[in-house]
């Protein structure tokens, strides 16, 4: 079945590939560099001081793997030194409308989810079953 609209999944389509999709959107980096190409293209250098915690490694991956996935583009200026810019894909356009939600619903219930961490955290151990 599809989503909840109770209609089969088209032939030959296969319900668990959507976890493919589901990687990018669950991967720590993906969501918050999408984010920060809504607002235009950006240098590596412009996204890593951006994005508090992410290493250079990362950063070079995760860039890869948007771009394998149709996500964003790198365009190569060959001057010296090369300037090297990322941009949205319009596909990439739509995951970031899609995924806005959920990063405005991040940031408004993040000091309740520290505020029920600390509190969970404080509770005595449970007893062994």
Known sequence: MSAADGEPWPAGEDP?????????????????????????????????????GISQRMLTVTLRGLERDGIL???VRNVMPPHVTYALTPMGRTLREATLP????????LAHIDTARAEYDARPPAPSA
């Open 16 to 52: 668990c590939r959507t976890r493919e999709v589901l990687d990018i959107v669950g991967n720590k980096w993906s969501l918050l560099v999408v984010r920060n190409l809504s607002e235009g293209p950006r240098r590596f250098t412009e996204l890593k001081r951006a994005i508090d």
């Open 102 to 109: 959920l990063l405005e619903w991040s940031t408004a219930h």
């Open 73 to 75: 583009t790198r365009t």
